[in-house]
């Protein structure tokens, strides 16, 4: 019997990392998702909601929900205040995936462990393998434009609040190349899908 894999999906902001996830939950992996477990970290009346409150102040909840809007206008700015939201977050976070990995590992499947910030947060030796999302700069920033309707100087803190893109790209143990049509997209993952014999 063959061992499951877990791999770790990650991205740079706008690169379609959502979008490949969603193709990989498609072919039948299982789905373990760092941003889902980030809200749940701080859903309505959770310790990880309580201790937000008491970094970021009254402001930083809204309808007994955390004002995401307001805090992520802190933290892209502010790195202090960025690892004082992570130091919160993530130690929730982590509990949350790794059980749901171990669910999954213990049924047999394959896991993607989709997590924006694996290379930021140094979580390689947590998988097997790395799988990186690519596409160039100027397409980032494009799409990010386009989906998020920001500023130039709002895409520029965001981007510089992740390691560049390209860093990435040397790190990861696979790429899966975005710059073009999402049918590139599906061609691209069906020939890592074969490469890695993953095919399910």
Request: proline fraction near 2%.
């Amino acid at each position: 019997m063959k061992m499951a894999k877990v791999i770790g999906l990650t991205g740079g902001i706008a690169t379609g990392k959502s979008t490949v996830s969603r193709i990989l939950k498609d072919k039948g992996f299982c789905i373990v998702d760092a941003d889902v477990a980030s809200r749940k970290a701080v859903e309505k009346g959770s310790v990880g909601l309580q201790q937000v409150k008491e970094v970021f102040g009254e402001e930083a909840i809204v309808d007994g929900e955390m004002n995401r809007q307001y805090v992520g206008s802190i933290v892209f700015k502010d790195q202090t205040m960025r690892e004082k939201l992570n130091n919160i977050i993530h130690p929730i976070v982590r509990t949350i995936m790794d059980k749901e990995k171990e669910e999954a590992l213990s049924n047999g499947k394959n896991v993607i462990m989709d997590i924006p910030l694996l290379f930021e947060n140094k979580l390689q030796n947590t998988v097997d393998e790395t799988w990186l999302v690519y596409t160039d700069q100027e397409t980032q920033i494009q799409r990010l434009k386009e989906r998020n309707q920001l500023s130039d100087e709002e895409v520029e803190a965001r981007i510089q609040s992740q390691i560049p893109i390209y860093e990435k790209k040397a790190l990861a143990d696979c790429i899966i190349d975005n710059n073009g049509t999402l049918d590139d997209l599906h061609h691209n993952i069906d020939d890592l899908l074969k490469s890695k014999a993953l095919n399910l």
